[in-house]
């Protein structure tokens, strides 16, 4: 086991598996606990990612950093073949692609529809 395992290949489920018995969770947490006394890393959970993205970065949409963990978490938390080292600055570089996306939309005009070409041609044809 390596520690960019994603939490399905820790916990060995697949979506066609059934129900989890008490012993398997019990199995399932020995093994994160193993994985994170190995490598000596651990992988966030989504809590312990928002709790921190809401404290670093109070403006940050809550829904926006779901969507960040669950980008790093699809990865198995590697970035190429080397496990992600600090997953606090992977969350403030996320928060500013973030920044710079929506500074982005803010600055770029829309283009305009023809049918508002239309209308706008039409108003200046009529104080003409």
């Known amino acids: 086991m390596t520690f960019g395992e994603t939490l399905y290949e820790v916990m060995g489920l697949e979506r066609k598996a059934g129900p989890i018995n008490r012993d398997r969770w019990i199995e399932i947490a020995n093994n994160a606990f193993e994985l994170e006394k190995r490598t000596g890393k651990r992988i966030p959970t989504l809590a312990e990612w928002l709790g921190y993205c809401a404290q670093q ?14 980008h790093y978490e699809s990865l198995g938390w590697l970035k190429g073949k080397t496990p992600i080292q600090k997953w606090k600055m992977c969350a403030s570089t996320c928060h500013q692609n973030f920044l710079e996306r929506n500074v982005t939309q803010q600055q770029a005009p829309r283009r305009k529809e023809a049918w508002e070409l239309a209308i706008e041609q039409q108003k200046n044809n009529q104080t003409t």
């Open 57 to 70: 970065f109070p403006a940050w949409p809550k829904a926006d950093a779901t969507k960040a963990w669950s």
